[in-house]
C-alpha cells in the first residue's frame, strides 16, 4: 500500500490542518460529556420515578374505635378571614354496618358543594361508594364526580374552558383505604399517639389521579364553647402524589395546600373545625359549627 500521510505545501497548511483536527477532537469531546450527562439525568430521573411509583397493595385502614350512627350537624363555611361564604349540615343514618352520609353547603353565590358517602364498618372503615358534586362560580371548574369503590369505576363529568360539558370514565385499581368524602369521619378515628397515618384518596384534577395522604397529629389546643373550655387535637393532612406526576410536581417546586383539621377527642369525639382547599388549587377555607339563631 502507498503512503497515506496527508502532503501539505508548507508549514502553515499543516499548522492550519492541525488547528482543525484538534477544533474537531475538542467539539466531539464536549459532545459527548454532554450527551453523557443527559444520559445520566435521564437515568438518575427514570430510577426516581420508579421509586415513586405508588404502590396500590399498600393500604392502612383505620379500625373502628367509634361506631358511625345517626347525625344531624349544621356548619359554616369561611374565607382564613372570617367572611361568611356557606351555609351547610351533615346528616348521616346507619343500618347495620353500612352507613349513608350527606354534606352539603349552599354558598351565598349560589354554588352548591353536595357530598354524598355510603361505606362500612364492619371492624375498620371501607368506602364503598362516593358521589361529589361542585357547581357555581365559587369552584373554577364545575365538577360532578361519581367513584364505585367496589368495580373500581370512576365517573368525572366537567365543564372545560370553553363550557363544553366533558366526562372522564375509567376504572382504577382502588385501595381499600380509600377515603373520598370520609376525611372528617377517620378523624374522629385516628390514634393520636401514632406519628404518622396514611390513607388514599382519588384527586381529580379532572383527570382522577390516585394519592396518598398523610396524617400527621400536630399536637392539643385549647379552645371554648361559651363557657366550657375544651382541648382538640390538631391534625395537618398532607398530599402526596406518588409516581413520575409527583416527581414532576415537587421538582417544580409546586405542592398542594396541606388541610389543618381539629378534632375533639374523649369517649365521645366529635369535628371541631377544618381549614383547607375545597378543591385543586382552591382557596383556603373554614369549616367550623354554627350555632343556633334565636327564634
Given at each position: ?95 347495620g ?12 353565590d ?63 385499581e ?18 393520636p ?36 373550655r ?64 334565636l327564634?
Amino acid at each position: 500500500m502507498g503512503d497515506t500521510t496527508p502532503i501539505y505545501g508548507d508549514d502553515a497548511e499543516m499548522n492550519a490542518a492541525m488547528g482543525e483536527a484538534r477544533r474537531a477532537r475538542h467539539g466531539l469531546r464536549v459532545e459527548l460529556q454532554r450527551l453523557g450527562a443527559r444520559s445520566t439525568l435521564i437515568a438518575i430521573l427514570l430510577a426516581c420515578a420508579a421509586m415513586l411509583q405508588p404502590n396500590a397493595l399498600f393500604a392502612e385502614m383505620i379500625p373502628v374505635r367509634h361506631t358511625e350512627g345517626l347525625i344531624h350537624g349544621f356548619l359554616l363555611v369561611l374565607t382564613f378571614k372570617g367572611k361568611a361564604l356557606a351555609d351547610g349540615q351533615m346528616t348521616q343514618d346507619a343500618h347495620g354496618d353500612h352507613v349513608s352520609n350527606h354534606l352539603i353547603f349552599r354558598f351565598k353565590d349560589g354554588s352548591i358543594y353536595e357530598d354524598t358517602t355510603v361505606f362500612s364498618q364492619r371492624g375498620t372503615f371501607r368506602l364503598l361508594s362516593d358521589h361529589l358534586i361542585l357547581k357555581g362560580p365559587s369552584f373554577k371548574q364545575p365538577m360532578d364526580t361519581l367513584i364505585d369503590a367496589s368495580t373500581g369505576q370512576v365517573k368525572v363529568r366537567y365543564t372545560d374552558d370553553r363550557g363544553k360539558e366533558k366526562v372522564i370514565a375509567q376504572r382504577m385499581e382502588l385501595p381499600p383505604d380509600l377515603a373520598n368524602g370520609l376525611l372528617f369521619t377517620l378523624m374522629k378515628d385516628v390514634n393520636p399517639s401514632v406519628p404518622r397515618t396514611t390513607v388514599s384518596m382519588v384527586a381529580t384534577t379532572p383527570k382522577p389521579l390516585l394519592v396518598k395522604l398523610a396524617i400527621l397529629p400536630q399536637g392539643k389546643e385549647p379552645f371554648t364553647i361559651g363557657s366550657f373550655r375544651h382541648e382538640a387535637m390538631h391534625y395537618v393532612v398532607k398530599a402526596e402524589i406518588g409516581g413520575v406526576t409527583g416527581f414532576l410536581v415537587r421538582l417544580m417546586g409546586k405542592q398542594l395546600a396541606d388541610t389543618h383539621i381539629w378534632v375533639l377527642g374523649g369517649e365521645a369525639p366529635a369535628f371541631v373545625k377544618a381549614e383547607g382547599p375545597f378543591y385543586a388549587g382552591g382557596p383556603i377555607w373554614r369549616i367550623q359549627l354554627a350555632s343556633a339563631g334565636l327564634f
